[in-house]
């Protein structure tokens, strides 16, 4: 994800469990999340919060916070993942 860049020019690919895909090297985050986050949390939201939060601790948390007060009626797990290159 580039911070200069709208959500628009970011790369987003949602997959569903057991699948894969290869990352490019220009990868910061990755946010592996069920299902309880991703019913009510769209990728545009993710984009904004993880420009505004640069700990991915602190936006995993805040991307479950976000779930919850958007009533999710599933159970919400979230990790965030930094690359550094």
């Not at 994800?1 to 628009?8: F, L, T």
Request: aromatic share 4%; charged share 25%; glycine share 4%.
């Amino acid at each position: 994800m580039k911070r200069d860049e709208g959500p628009q020019a970011v790369n987003t690919t949602s997959l569903e469990s057991g699948m894969e895909t290869q990352v490019s090297s220009d990868l910061e985050y990755l946010v592996l999340a069920t299902d309880g986050l991703w019913d009510v949390v769209q990728n545009e939201d993710v984009i904004s919060l993880m420009r505004a939060t640069d700990e991915p601790e602190v936006a995993a948390v805040k991307l479950t916070e976000m779930a919850h007060s958007r009533h999710s009626s599933d159970n919400i797990t979230c990790i965030v993942v930094g690359f550094h290159h």
